[in-house]
């Protein structure tokens, strides 16, 4: 039962282009998302997070989007860059709860 | 600052022998996870800790045990390793579960772990 869906195993976006990656979710228990980035050989760092409250926030070259209506977020990257090449993971947590979880990740190649 | 530190980085089982995951943060944090990442998976929380004495099962705690003496350290414990243990696992932090603040957990660098 997975609750946090990233359908596409992998994304290649052009340098300079947008990368858009996509999550999808299933229970509407969900009240706050985050967006990880990791690196090989290294742990999963923080990038942007949202609260169920919007439906859009950004920081710099990133901006999640949510639709809480179709259970979907989207992270997009714009320009992307070299160093953009990561795993990034969706994660989502519930509503008074201590944890949150994570969805399978979504393999980005940023090709010059 | 070192944040969250994992030992060792990596590390090979024989089926049955024990081990325990160290992981030490700094940061004064009170919560404390484990998870474990399978190839092409998620992460799978294992056991988390809301502060010191005290600690809870998460998704996948079977053959794993936990302890909490101080708000610094959160070893995990493998008593009788598997070749289903094989995995990378994550050790993370946070000042509270109740994540409204902008910067989510912070993860330590990962343990890579082979039972054979």
């Known amino acids: 039962d997975q609750q946090v869906k990233q359908n596409s195993p992998s994304l290649s976006v052009q340098e300079g282009r947008i990368s858009i990656l996509n999550c999808d979710y299933t229970?509407?228990?969900?009240?706050?998302f985050l967006w990880y980035k990791k690196y090989p050989a290294e742990g999963p760092t923080f990038l942007i997070s949202i609260s169920s409250i919007k439906d859009k926030n950004e920081d710099g070259r990133f901006t999640v989007f949510l639709n809480k209506s179709a259970k979907h977020l989207s992270l997009h990257i714009v320009p992307s860059q070299p160093g953009d090449s990561a795993v990034y993971f969706c994660a989502a947590r519930k509503s008074l709860e201590d944890k949150i979880i994570f969805g399978k990740g979504t393999r980005l190649h940023i090709l010059p | 600052n070192a944040g969250v530190t994992q030992t060792p980085k990596f590390r090979i089982l024989k089926i049955g022998q024990s081990m325990t995951l160290q992981c030490t943060q700094d940061?004064?944090?009170?919560?404390m996870y484990w998870y474990r990442q399978d190839p092409g998976m998620g992460l799978k929380l294992i056991y988390y800790?809301?502060?010191?004495?005290?600690?809870d099962k998460g998704e996948v705690p079977n053959g794993y045990n936990v302890s909490r003496s101080t708000t610094e350290d959160f070893p995990l414990r493998l008593e009788l390793a598997a070749p289903s243990q094989t995995s990378v696992y994550f050790c993370?932090?946070?000042?509270?579960?109740?994540?409204?603040?902008?910067?989510?957990?912070?993860f330590g660098s990962g343990t890579r772990l082979t039972v054979v």
């Open positions: 800790s809301v502060g010191a004495g005290i600690t």
């Open positions: 940061m004064n944090h009170n919560y």
């Open positions: 993370a932090s946070s000042y509270s579960g109740q994540i409204r603040q902008a910067d989510g957990y912070t």
């Open positions: 229970n509407s228990m969900f009240d706050y």
